[in-house]
């Protein structure tokens, strides 16, 4: 079974802080994603990657950028926390046109 | 520009019934379609898929209905129960971007919330 595991369930930060939320994925997936989860707007995708030091800006990249240093991990990096990134935090892992494999999320509260 | 569309936030259905989720996208070069269920607090977990070559695929008591010309998919549950309850969400992609690597983007819709009653 593929396995992605997000390293927090639950975080807690104060506005200003520099927040790193870290995505692990066991199934060798070339494509990682990053999205949010807000109540009436679904899920928005922040970041994605498509190989090792390759990122691509999703639809609301303002705020945050990522890192992929080894092919499965994708660190998602909040520059300066603000209350406004108070979310539920999804990774995504996914071989090309085959469906995305979902972590347990992070829910982040900046406070 | 919200290029998948779930107009229904929600959806109330008696348990026994179907339960027929919707889904509108607007770019024609989406071509692989897929559902998703999610619980509170958890992540989403894939249910099923579509590619644009097909107009219909089932699994169990789950089927997605494609119509390629009114850019409309569908997830019908028959029947549905209680455990069903959650937020589906539909999802849409193209392999390859306008460069024509292998590009695997997921683009969802805002979800809707499914109450299935006893």
């Known amino acids: 079974d593929v396995k992605v595991t997000q390293s927090s369930r639950y975080l807690v930060k104060r506005t200003g802080e520099k927040v790193f939320l870290e995505c692990v994925q066991d199934m060798d997936h070339e494509n990682m994603f990053w999205y949010r989860q807000d109540p009436g707007l679904g899920l928005r995708l922040i970041y994605f990657?498509?190989?090792?030091?390759?990122?691509e800006k999703g639809d609301i990249p303002e705020g945050y950028s990522v890192s992929r240093e080894k092919k499965e991990r994708f660190s998602l990096i909040l520059e300066s926390a603000s209350t406004n990134q108070t979310s539920m935090y999804l990774c995504?892992?996914?071989?090309?046109?085959?469906?995305?494999?979902f972590g347990q999320g992070t829910r982040l509260t900046v406070v | 520009d919200q290029q998948v569309k779930q107009n229904s936030p929600s959806l109330s259905v008696q348990e026994g019934r179907i339960s027929i989720l919707n889904c509108d996208y607007t770019?024609?070069?989406?071509?692989?379609f897929l559902w998703y269920k999610k619980y509170p607090a958890e992540g989403p977990t894939f249910l099923i898929s579509i590619s644009s070559i097909k107009d219909k695929n089932e699994d169990g008591r789950f089927t997605v209905f494609l119509n390629k010309s009114a850019k409309h998919l569908s997830l019908h549950i028959v029947p549905s129960q209680p455990g069903d309850s959650a937020v589906y969400f539909c999802a849409a992609s193209s392999l390859f971007n306008a460069g024509g690597t292998s590009y695997g983007k997921l683009t969802f819709g805002q979800g809707t919330i499914l109450t299935v009653h006893p």
């Open positions: 770019n024609s070069m989406f071509d692989y």
């Open positions: 995504a892992s996914r071989f090309r046109g085959n469906e995305a494999f």
């Open positions: 990657s498509y190989d090792v030091k390759m990122k």
